[in-house]
């Protein structure tokens, strides 16, 4: 190795930390997958990209199409990462704790579980977040502002109240067990006892001491006040999660029959099959050797070489059966992948009758 290569190869090792890693999956790699492809589809679907989806299907691309895909690709990552976000903020321990604090969400736990419930609801959060972002958003919301409290101002608290018992020397068990006390007097009479505690238990005559103890309770009991406070704060954004959640599972089709199915767990019937790129490519696969076997037995049926006058109509009805053939059942709605290869296959279909004889 020459000087200069060696140079260069310093020099870029020196500067691989400024290059930013790629944000989210390449293209190819949601493509190759049925569901993350299914996704993408979606995002292309809402903002009406047929044309360009077309592109991808047909592998011609145009100028600035690159452009294009990119930014459908980061806001594809975008969508992903935000709906992961929830998807893990909604854990076990905080399902337990919002249907404890609401009864409506309660129901839904309490059919299937915590467990087989946030799998009901994780399973269609990132289609929602995709083709509803407004529905996400008030999912999402009660939940950001939950886990921002509970990790804020809900933990400074419990800091604050920790470090005064510390300062103190206050042990927390025997503080939580003052604080148990229903009786109001007997209560303070504990909380004092404790302030006094910090001097080792002998109670001083002078009256710069009780003063300080007098603060001391004071502290203490506002201390409780504090804790009450953000306990109920924290029950509220609980109680809106609950409902947030339970309108969404109950008035939402998907998700309702999402958690159906984990209801009926292995007995359950199969999810509305995901038609992702892949699968979508290979049905609309053109094979022109078998339309030209098609071509000669439906043509043969129509006699079609007696009737010269009837020619062009016989091609027209054949190309119109392929194409409804291709689609197959009317009353099944097609994915957005499905539709765009079957454009193409009607593209192809119809290029054909020109060469049809």
């Known amino acids: 190795m020459g000087i200069m290569d060696q140079f260069r190869k310093n020099k870029e090792k020196a500067e691989e930390h400024e290059t930013p890693p790629p944000r989210g999956q390449t293209l190819a790699e949601i493509l190759s997958d049925k569901n993350n492809s299914h996704l993408f589809g979606l995002i292309l679907e809402k903002d009406n990209q047929h044309d360009l989806a077309g592109k991808i299907a047909s592998g011609k691309l145009e100028q600035d199409d690159i452009n294009a895909l990119e930014e459908y690709r980061l806001k594809y990552a975008e969508k992903i990462a935000q709906s992961e976000r929830i998807e893990n903020l909604l854990t076990e321990e905080t399902v337990i704790a919002i249907a404890r604090q609401n009864p409506d969400f309660a129901k839904i736990v309490n059919l299937v579980g915590p467990k087989k419930a946030i799998k009901a609801i994780r399973s269609q959060l990132k289609e929602t977040c995709i083709s509803d972002e407004n529905r996400f958003n008030l999912i999402a919301e009660p939940i950001e502002i939950y886990e921002s409290y509970k990790n804020g101002a809900y933990k400074k608290i419990n800091e604050d109240v920790e470090k005064?018992?510390?300062?103190?020397?206050?042990?927390?068990?025997?503080?939580?067990?003052?604080?148990?006390?229903?009786?109001?007097?007997?209560?303070?009479?504990?909380?004092?006892?404790?302030?006094?505690?910090?001097?080792?238990?002998?109670?001083?005559?002078?009256?710069?001491?009780?003063?300080?103890?007098?603060?001391?309770?004071?502290?203490?009991?506002?201390?409780?006040?504090?804790?009450?406070?953000?306990?109920?704060?924290?029950?509220?954004?609980?109680?809106?999660?609950?409902?947030?959640?339970?309108?969404?599972?109950?008035?939402?089709?998907?998700?309702?029959?999402?958690?159906?199915?984990?209801?009926?767990?292995?007995?359950?019937?199969?999810?509305?099959?995901?038609?992702?790129?892949?699968?979508?490519?290979?049905?609309?696969?053109?094979?022109?050797?078998?339309?030209?076997?098609?071509?000669?037995?439906?043509?043969?049926?129509?006699?079609?070489?007696?009737?010269?006058?009837?020619?062009?109509?016989?091609?027209d009805m054949f190309i119109d059966e392929q194409i409804k053939e291709h689609e197959g059942d009317p009353s099944k709605k097609m994915s957005f992948w499905e539709h765009v290869f079957s454009s193409l296959f009607a593209e192809k279909i119809k290029d054909k009758r020109n060469k049809l004889n």
């Open 164 to 315: 005064l018992c510390k300062d103190n020397k206050i042990k927390p068990e025997e503080y939580l067990k003052a604080l148990a006390i229903e009786d109001e007097d007997e209560k303070e009479e504990a909380l004092k006892k404790l302030a006094r505690g910090q001097h080792g238990g002998f109670v001083s005559a002078m009256r710069a001491v009780f003063r300080v103890n007098a603060r001391l309770v004071g502290k203490l009991e506002g201390a409780e006040a504090s804790m009450e406070d953000s306990m109920a704060q924290l029950d509220d954004y609980k109680n809106d999660i609950g409902n947030v959640l339970f309108s969404s599972v109950n008035g939402g089709e998907d998700m309702r029959n999402a958690l159906a199915r984990e209801l009926l767990s292995e007995n359950a019937p199969a999810p509305e099959k995901k038609t992702g790129f892949g699968d979508a490519k290979k049905d609309a696969r053109f094979d022109e050797v078998e339309v030209d076997k098609k071509w000669k037995t439906f043509k043969e049926a129509a006699e079609y070489d007696t009737h010269p006058e009837d020619q062009e109509h016989i091609k």
